[in-house]
Nanobody, 124 residues
């Protein structure tokens, strides 16, 4: 099993940056692909970015390409989401999630483990 805890959210002005962290527990963390999702009030949870178990492949939703970067450090059981040039429409609760290795999944239902989420608010 994998337990995930997000941190790093907060309030930032448009154009600013935040780095979200996802701390994982479990000896098999390095076997899991990790995805970042976000969910705004009244909206469906959407895929933001994903990274394969070994960090070789990443994938982003079009709306964050060139602004967000996902990375991982398996030695530390950590995954990061660097968010630059933030926009008010990025305001959401951000979640990290894990599924066993293979292709990066973009549907929330494809993930087995989830963190509790961290709030990101971007003011205009």
């Amino acid at each position: 099993q994998v337990q995930l805890v997000e941190s790093g959210g907060g309030l930032v002005q448009a154009g600013g940056s935040l780095r979200l962290s996802c701390a994982a527990s479990g000896r098999t963390f390095s076997s899991y692909n990790i995805g970042w999702f976000r969910q705004a009030p009244g909206k469906v949870r959407e895929f933001v970015a994903g990274i394969t178990w070994n960090g070789d492949t990443t994938y982003y939703v079009d709306s964050v390409k060139g602004r967000f970067t996902i990375s991982r450090d398996n030695a530390k059981n950590m995954v990061y989401l660097q968010m630059n040039s933030l926009k008010p429409e990025d305001t959401s609760v951000y979640y990290c999630a894990a599924h066993l290795s293979g292709l990066i999944r973009t549907r929330a239902g494809g993930y087995s483990y989830w963190g509790q989420g961290t709030q990101v608010t971007v003011s205009s």
